[in-house]
C-alpha cells in the first residue's frame, strides 16, 4: 500500500484535500500536529483549523504526559482504566496515581451503571420479534457503497485476480434499497464479476417495496424511461398516470407469482422463500386495492396526510434551520419542496401531470419508539408513513451528489432525481449482464444464520448491520454475524452502526450541556469554521470531542451481553473490545475505516442533514490485511 492511501480523513476520499475535497497536489501540506491531515494548501489548512483540531486532530496526534507534560506517542501510553489519562512511562502513571484514582474509578463506575441499562434494553427488545417503528422506506442515513473496492481489494497485488471474482454483501436490517444501488452503481468499469447481495430486514412493508422496485426495473427494462421513473416512485407523493401504471400492472403480476416464477421473471435477480413471499403479497394486494386518482372522493389523499405529520411547530422549526444552513437558491426551492414533496425531473411540474397520489408510501402507522409486535401486513390500517425527518436529500451524500452530477440544475431536486436515476441506469445494465443477484430473507437478524444455510450461499465479503447494533446489542450482533464472514478474503468486515448511544451516554450530546464552557467552545467553532453563529440543529456536536464517550458506550454494551449472552462481571478494557469474540476492531482512533467513516463531516453537507449522531465501527477477522 502506498504511504498516501493509508492518509486519510474520517470523510474525505483518499488523495483529496481534507478541507475541498480537491485532488492532492504533489506537494501537499500537511497538518503540523497529527501529520494525518493534508492540504492542497497552506489556506486550506488554515481554514480547516477549528473543525480539524476539534475532534480529528486530537483523536490523531500524540499527546502530552498527564504527569510531566512531554509529548507521548498515542499508542503505548493510555491508562487502560479510563483511555483518558497517558504516560510516558510506569514511572510518571504511578506518581499521577493518588490524583487519578477518583476520576478512573468514575468511568468504570459508569460504564458499569452503563451495561445495566443496556442489558434492560437487550433483554426487552428479545422478547419482542418486531418493533414498530416508521418504515424505512427512505432510511434514515446516507446510502453507503458496501464495497469500495478500490480502497480495498482492487488496492494490492491482488487487484488483477480480484477484477473477476464475485463479491457477497450480507446487508441486515437493510431498508430500502439505497446502498445496493450506490454499491452496484460504484463498481468501477474494469470490474467484471457478479455481485450478490443478500437483503434482510424483517419489515414486511419495507421488502415489498424493495423487491417490487427490483421486479418493476427488470419487467421494464426495455423502455429508457424506467430508471428516471422509478426514481419518481421512490420519493414522490404525487405520480404520473405512466407511472401509477408501471406499479400497477407489476402489482397484478406479482401478487400472482410463486418465488420460482419471480426468480424466472427477473431472469434470476430475486430469489426468496414462497413463505416470505407470501407475507409480501399481503402489502402489494393492499397497495393494489387503494384508491390513488387524486379527483376521487375516496382517493387516500396523501397530500393532507402529509400535512398531518408536517404540523407540530417542532417539525417545522427543525425545516426552517435546515433551510437558514443552504445558499439562497437552494433555500428557496427546498422551501418549496417541503411544501410540494413531488420529487420529479424537472422543475416545473403542472399539478394535472401528475393526477396520483403514490401508493407505495403508505403502509402501517406507527409511533416511534412504542415497542409492539407487529400485526399481519394485511391486517394494518394503510396511512402514509414517511417520517418528517426523513426526506430524499438526507439519504444520498450531496457532496457525492454534485460530484457526479456536474452541470448547473434548476434545484436540488432536479440534480438529486438525476443522480438517482443515472445509479439506477447502472444497475439496470448490471441486472440485464446477469451480474446482480438479490436474495431476500425476511428473517430476524438473529436467526439470519439458519436461513443462509438454505440460501446456498458462501459466506460473505461484507456484513453491514445497519444499525441493529442499537437495537441488539454488539455482543449478540457480532457473535451471529462472525462465523457468516469470508475467512479467505482479507477485507472481509462487518460494519456496525451506533445511533441511539448518544442519547443513552451522560455527557455524549453537546446538546444537553447549554452552559458548560465546551458549549461556548463548540460554538465558537462552529463560527470559525462556518462563519454561522448560531446552529440549533446537528452541526455544533462536529466539533464536540465525545470519543471517550463513545470507547465507554462500546464498554458497557459488550459488558451488557444479552440474548442469551451472559453479561461480563468485569468492566472489559478497550484493548478486550478491540478483540471481542476472535474478531479485530479498527481502532478508530489511530486508523482510518475503509468502508464508512467512523463519523460523517456534518457542515460540509449542507443539503444532507446530519445529526452529527452517528458512528461506525468496522470488524475484521484477525491478520488481515485490511488492517494492516
Ligand atoms: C435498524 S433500522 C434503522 C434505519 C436504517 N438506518 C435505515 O436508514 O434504513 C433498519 C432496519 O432494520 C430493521 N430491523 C430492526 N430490527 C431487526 C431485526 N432484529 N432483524 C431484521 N431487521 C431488523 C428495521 O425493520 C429497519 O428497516
Ligand atoms: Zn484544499
Ligand atoms: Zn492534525
Ligand atoms: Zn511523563
Ligand atoms: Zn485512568
Given at each position: 500500500?502506498?504511504?498516501?492511501?493509508?492518509?486519510?480523513?474520517?470523510?474525505?476520499?483518499?488523495?483529496?484535500?481534507?478541507?475541498?475535497?480537491?485532488?492532492?497536489?504533489?506537494?501537499?501540506?500537511?497538518?503540523?500536529?497529527?501529520?494525518?491531515?493534508?492540504?492542497?494548501?497552506?489556506?486550506?489548512?488554515?481554514?480547516?483549523?477549528?473543525?480539524?483540531?476539534?475532534?480529528?486532530?486530537?483523536?490523531?496526534?500524540?499527546?502530552?504526559?498527564?504527569?510531566?507534560?512531554?509529548?507521548?506517542?498515542?499508542?503505548?501510553?493510555?491508562?487502560?482504566?479510563?483511555?483518558?489519562?497517558?504516560?510516558?512511562?510506569?514511572?510518571?502513571?504511578?506518581?499521577?496515581?493518588?490524583?487519578?484514582?477518583?476520576?478512573?474509578?468514575?468511568?468504570?463506575?459508569?460504564?458499569?451503571?452503563?451495561?445495566?441499562?443496556?442489558?434492560?434494553?437487550?433483554?426487552n427488545l428479545a422478547t419482542n420479534t418486531r418493533?414498530?417503528?416508521?418504515?424505512?422506506?427512505?432510511?434514515?442515513?446516507?446510502?453507503?457503497?458496501?464495497?469500495?473496492?478500490?480502497?480495498?481489494?482492487?488496492?494490492?497485488?491482488?487487484?488483477?485476480?480480484?477484477?473477476?471474482?464475485?463479491?457477497?454483501?450480507?446487508?441486515?436490517?437493510?431498508?430500502?434499497?439505497?446502498?445496493?444501488?450506490?454499491?452496484?452503481?460504484?463498481?468501477?468499469?474494469?470490474?467484471?464479476?457478479?455481485?450478490?447481495?443478500?437483503?434482510?430486514?424483517?419489515?414486511?412493508?419495507?421488502?415489498?417495496?424493495?423487491?417490487?422496485?427490483?421486479?418493476?426495473?427488470?419487467?421494464?427494462?426495455?423502455?429508457?424511461?424506467?430508471?428516471?421513473?422509478?426514481?419518481?416512485?421512490?420519493?414522490?407523493?404525487?405520480?404520473?398516470?405512466?407511472?401509477?401504471?408501471?406499479?400497477?400492472?407489476?402489482?397484478?403480476?406479482?401478487?400472482?407469482?410463486?418465488?420460482?416464477?419471480?426468480?424466472?421473471?427477473?431472469?434470476?435477480?430475486?430469489?426468496?422463500?414462497?413463505?416470505?413471499?407470501?407475507?409480501?403479497?399481503?402489502?402489494?394486494?393492499?397497495?393494489?386495492?387503494?384508491?390513488?386518482?387524486?379527483?376521487?372522493?375516496?382517493?387516500?389523499?396523501?397530500?393532507?396526510?402529509?400535512?398531518?405529520?408536517?404540523?407540530?411547530?417542532?417539525?417545522?422549526?427543525?425545516?426552517?434551520?435546515?433551510?437558514?444552513?443552504?445558499?439562497?437558491?437552494?433555500?428557496?426551492?427546498?422551501?418549496?419542496?417541503?411544501?410540494?414533496?413531488?420529487?420529479?425531473?424537472?422543475?416545473?411540474?403542472?399539478?394535472?401531470?401528475?393526477?396520483?397520489?403514490?401508493?407505495?408510501?403508505?403502509?402501517?402507522?406507527?409511533?416511534?419508539?412504542?415497542?409492539?409486535?407487529?400485526?399481519?401486513?394485511?391486517?394494518?390500517?394503510?396511512?402514509?408513513?414517511?417520517?418528517?425527518?426523513?426526506?430524499?436529500?438526507?439519504?444520498?451524500?450531496?457532496?457525492?451528489?454534485?460530484?457526479?452530477?456536474?452541470?448547473?440544475?434548476?434545484?436540488?431536486?432536479?440534480?438529486?432525481?438525476?443522480?438517482?436515476?443515472?445509479?439506477?441506469?447502472?444497475?439496470?445494465?448490471?441486472?440485464?449482464?446477469?451480474?446482480?443477484?438479490?436474495?431476500?430473507?425476511?428473517?430476524?437478524?438473529?436467526?439470519?444464520?439458519?436461513?443462509?444455510?438454505?440460501?446456498?450461499?458462501?459466506?460473505?465479503?461484507?456484513?453491514?448491520?445497519?444499525?441493529?447494533?442499537?437495537?441488539?446489542?454488539?455482543?449478540?450482533?457480532?457473535?451471529?454475524?462472525?462465523?457468516?464472514?469470508?475467512?479467505?478474503?482479507?477485507?472481509?468486515?462487518?460494519?456496525?452502526?451506533?445511533?441511539?448511544?448518544?442519547?443513552?451516554?451522560?455527557?455524549?450530546?453537546?446538546?444537553?450541556?447549554?452552559?458548560?464552557?465546551?458549549?461556548?467552545?463548540?460554538?465558537?467553532?462552529?463560527?470559525?469554521?462556518?462563519?454561522?453563529?448560531?446552529?440549533?440543529?446537528?452541526?455544533?456536536?462536529?466539533?464536540?470531542?465525545?470519543?471517550?464517550?463513545?470507547?465507554?458506550?462500546?464498554?458497557?454494551?459488550?459488558?451488557?451481553?444479552?440474548?442469551?449472552?451472559?453479561?461480563?462481571?468485569?468492566?472489559?478494557?478497550?484493548?478486550?473490545?478491540?478483540?471481542?469474540?476472535?474478531?479485530?476492531?479498527?481502532?478508530?482512533?489511530?486508523?482510518?475505516?475503509?468502508?464508512?467513516?467512523?463519523?460523517y463531516r456534518v457542515n460540509a453537507r449542507d443539503?444532507?442533514?446530519?445529526?452529527?449522531?452517528?458512528?461506525?465501527?468496522?470488524?475484521?477477522?484477525?491478520?488481515?490485511?485490511?488492517?494492516?
Amino acid at each position: 500500500m502506498t504511504e498516501e492511501s493509508c492518509q486519510r480523513t474520517m470523510d474525505v476520499q483518499p488523495g483529496h484535500c481534507w478541507r475541498c475535497e480537491r485532488v492532492l497536489p504533489q506537494h501537499s501540506v500537511p497538518c503540523k500536529f497529527c501529520r494525518m491531515a493534508k492540504y492542497c494548501s497552506t489556506p486550506c489548512r488554515n481554514r480547516d483549523k477549528a473543525r480539524h483540531r476539534s475532534v480529528e486532530c486530537k483523536l490523531y496526534a500524540d499527546k502530552p504526559c498527564t504527569t510531566c507534560s512531554r509529548i507521548v506517542p498515542k499508542d503505548v501510553s493510555e491508562c487502560a482504566g479510563c483511555n483518558n489519562s497517558r504516560y510516558c512511562n510506569k514511572e510518571c502513571q504511578l506518581k499521577d496515581w493518588p490524583a487519578h484514582k477518583k476520576t478512573c474509578k468514575t468511568v468504570k463506575t459508569g460504564i458499569t451503571q452503563l451495561s445495566v441499562i443496556l442489558a434492560q434494553r437487550n433483554s426487552n427488545l428479545a422478547t419482542n420479534t418486531r418493533v414498530a417503528d416508521l418504515n424505512h422506506y427512505f432510511g434514515s442515513t446516507m446510502a453507503e457503497d458496501f464495497l469500495k473496492l478500490v480502497s480495498n481489494e482492487l488496492s494490492d497485488e491482488m487487484a488483477s485476480e480480484n477484477l473477476t471474482r464475485d463479491f457477497h454483501v450480507l446487508s441486515a436490517g437493510c431498508g430500502d434499497l439505497r446502498s445496493t444501488v450506490l454499491t452496484a452503481g460504484s463498481l468501477p468499469d474494469e470490474y467484471q464479476g457478479k455481485l450478490h447481495i443478500t437483503l434482510n430486514d424483517f419489515d414486511p412493508f419495507v421488502m415489498a417495496r424493495n423487491v417490487l422496485f427490483l421486479f418493476t426495473l427488470v419487467r421494464f427494462a426495455d423502455t429508457d424511461y424506467i430508471a428516471s421513473s422509478l426514481t419518481t416512485i421512490w420519493y414522490s407523493l404525487h405520480i404520473s398516470k405512466r407511472e401509477y401504471d408501471l406499479i400497477k400492472t407489476s402489482l397484478d403480476e406479482l401478487i400472482q407469482m410463486s418465488a420460482q416464477q419471480l426468480h424466472d421473471a427477473t431472469q434470476g435477480l430475486v430469489k426468496l422463500l414462497d413463505e416470505d413471499l407470501r407475507y409480501l403479497s399481503q402489502v402489494w394486494k393492499r397497495w393494489q386495492s387503494l384508491e390513488c386518482q387524486r379527483d376521487k372522493k375516496t382517493s387516500i389523499n396523501l397530500r393532507k396526510q402529509r400535512k398531518r405529520v408536517f404540523k407540530p411547530d417542532k417539525v417545522r422549526e427543525g425545516v426552517s434551520i435546515y433551510l437558514a444552513r443552504l445558499s439562497p437558491e437552494d433555500q428557496k426551492a427546498n422551501k418549496e419542496w417541503f411544501e410540494h414533496a413531488l420529487f420529479v425531473p424537472t422543475q416545473t411540474v403542472k399539478k394535472e401531470d401528475l393526477p396520483f397520489d403514490n401508493p407505495t408510501l403508505t403502509g402501517r402507522g406507527a409511533h416511534f419508539e412504542i415497542v409492539c409486535d407487529i400485526t399481519a401486513p394485511e391486517d394494518c390500517e394503510f396511512v402514509y408513513c414517511i417520517k418528517e425527518s426523513s426526506f430524499p436529500f438526507a439519504v444520498w451524500d450531496c457532496l457525492r451528489v454534485r460530484e457526479n452530477t456536474p452541470g448547473s440544475h434548476s434545484s436540488p431536486m432536479v440534480m438529486y432525481h438525476k443522480y438517482v436515476t443515472n445509479l439506477l441506469q447502472k444497475v439496470k445494465s448490471l441486472i440485464l449482464q446477469g451480474r446482480l443477484l438479490i436474495r431476500v430473507s425476511l428473517a430476524n437478524c438473529l436467526d439470519f444464520p439458519n436461513h443462509h444455510q438454505t440460501l446456498n450461499m458462501p459466506n460473505y465479503d461484507r456484513i453491514f448491520t445497519s444499525n441493529l447494533a442499537d437495537y441488539v446489542g454488539f455482543a449478540k450482533l457480532l457473535q451471529t454475524m462472525k462465523p457468516l464472514l469470508d475467512a479467505s478474503n482479507s477485507y472481509s468486515a462487518i460494519v456496525t452502526e451506533s445511533m441511539n448511544w448518544i442519547e443513552i451516554v451522560p455527557g455524549a450530546d453537546i446538546k444537553k450541556a447549554v452552559q458548560t464552557p465546551e458549549f461556548a467552545q463548540c460554538n465558537q467553532a462552529l463560527y470559525l469554521d462556518t462563519g454561522k453563529e448560531v446552529d440549533g440543529f446537528n452541526g455544533i456536536r462536529e466539533y464536540y470531542d465525545n470519543t471517550i464517550c463513545f470507547l465507554m458506550y462500546l464498554r458497557a454494551d459488550l459488558m451488557a451481553g444479552g440474548f442469551g449472552i451472559p453479561s461480563l462481571k468485569e468492566v472489559p478494557s478497550f484493548e478486550s473490545v478491540k478483540k471481542y469474540h476472535g474478531l479485530q476492531m479498527r481502532d478508530f482512533r489511530k486508523g482510518q475505516n475503509k468502508l464508512v467513516p467512523f463519523q460523517y463531516r456534518v457542515n460540509a453537507r449542507d443539503l444532507t442533514m446530519l445529526n452529527g449522531y452517528g458512528r461506525t465501527v468496522e470488524w475484521y477477522l484477525p491478520q488481515s490485511d485490511a488492517q494492516l
